[in-house]
């Protein structure tokens, strides 16, 4: 069975680091775009990020470019999110996703151009 799982979100204050997991079963992530996406109470559920396959390309959406960081480590079939959390509004929840599409600087990262989702992981930046 296809699945994907996120992990490590929490609470933290403004100004703390959170890394969230994204680990892959019945399929490698190395082989595909993954995408990380997040949704607030209320709200659509916006870009955050993407990894291209295994050569690496990342886009990042402007709210979080020069805070958020991405990874991969093959071996344990995870790709993470390292997260820089300055603001409350970067309260969501988040998503990673397997993509069909490319990931670049200039491909936009639409959440329809995803297949296959996790079930989301609570961040929430309070003090």
């Known amino acids: 069975q296809l699945q994907l799982v996120e992990s490590g979100g929490g609470l933290v204050q403004p100004g703390g680091s959170l890394r969230l997991s994204c680990t892959g079963s019945?399929?490698?992530?190395?082989?595909?775009?993954v995408g990380w996406f997040r949704q607030a109470p209320g709200k659509e559920r916006d870009a955050v990020s993407c990894?291209?396959?295994?050569?690496?390309?990342?886009n990042f959406a402007d709210s979080v470019k020069g805070r958020f960081t991405l990874s991969r480590d093959n071996a344990k079939n995870t790709v993470y999110l390292q997260m820089d959390m300055r603001k409350p509004d970067d309260t969501a929840v988040y998503y990673c996703?397997?993509?069909?599409?490319?990931?670049?600087?200039?491909?936009?990262?639409?959440?329809?151009?995803?297949?296959?989702w996790g079930q989301g992981t609570q961040v929430t930046v309070s003090s």
């Open positions: 019945g399929l490698l992530l190395d082989r595909h775009v």
């Open positions: 990894l291209g396959t295994s050569g690496g390309r990342t």
């Open positions: 996703a397997r993509g069909s599409t490319f990931c670049g600087d200039s491909v936009p990262i639409q959440p329809i151009k995803y297949n296959l």
